[in-house]
């Protein structure tokens, strides 16, 4: 069964710190990650989309990892802001790459304490 | 561009009534997607839409929940009837490019069913 599974659950870290969210995944066969950023009481927002040859990719101040062969991907996020206290959410996308077989993480809650 | 609007916001509504949620897609996006999101269960996708035609209806949980798309400017999401367990904030997105690329998620409906 494919799946999704974030880590931690959720986390609090002071305004200026730097942390890392993880992302485990079974999908298979593997199209593409994304990572999306949903702010309380808002939509989720794109943050990064990486397919399978991308092993890193950038959004300001959010790095996104990708390890394919250990199914693993990473959301680093750097000198962290009083606005970045969302849940993140990580989500794969299977053959076909497209919303056929998307499967979803439950989300990691991060909270950015000044 | 408004990006996707979604109405009503927040609808509370007894057991057995009929509810109708509605979304306008950003112009020029050729795919629509039905999410929805629980604390329990997270993000769950229900149906998606290319070309105003459904194309994966795998993810409505049953037969009290459909999704029209009469145009590519407008599509509902109706619960007839109605029960608690659905209480959810449902979210509609759209997308070009076979959801390959980014979705753009609306600010999504609060739904209470009492």
């Known amino acids: 069964k494919n799946q999704v599974e974030q880590s931690p659950q959720s986390l609090i870290i002071l305004e200026g710190k730097n942390c890392t969210l993880q992302?485990?995944?079974?999908?298979?066969?593997?199209?593409?990650l994304r990572w999306y950023k949903q702010d309380t009481g808002r939509g989720p927002v794109s943050l990064t989309i990486m397919t399978f040859s991308e092993n890193t990719k950038s959004n300001g101040r959010y790095t996104a990892t990708l390890d394919a062969d250990t199914k693993q991907s990473s959301l680093h996020i750097t000198a962290s802001q009083l606005s970045d206290s969302a849940s993140y959410i990580c989500?794969?996308?299977?053959?076909?790459?497209?919303?056929?077989?998307?499967?979803f993480g439950k989300g990691t809650h991060l909270i950015i304490q000044p | 561009d408004a990006g996707v609007i979604q109405s009503p916001r927040h609808e509370v509504t007894e057991m057995g009534q009929e509810v109708t949620l509605r979304c306008k897609p950003i112009?020029?996006?050729?795919?629509l997607f039905w999410y929805r999101q629980t604390m329990m269960r997270g993000l769950e996708l229900l149906i998606y839409?290319?070309?105003?035609?459904?194309?994966?209806d795998s993810g409505m949980p049953e037969d009290r929940f459909s999704a029209k798309m009469p145009n590519a400017s407008f599509s509902t999401l109706k619960i007839q009837p109605s029960e608690p367990r659905d209480s959810a904030v449902y979210f509609c997105a759209s997308g070009d490019g076979r959801g390959r690329e980014t979705q753009y998620f609306g600010p999504g409906t609060r739904l209470l069913v009492l």
């Open positions: 989500v794969v996308s299977g053959s076909g790459g497209g919303a056929d077989g998307l499967t």
């Open positions: 839409f290319n070309n105003n035609v459904p194309i994966d």
């Open positions: 112009s020029g996006h050729d795919y």
């Open positions: 992302c485990n995944y079974t999908v298979s066969p593997f199209s593409n």
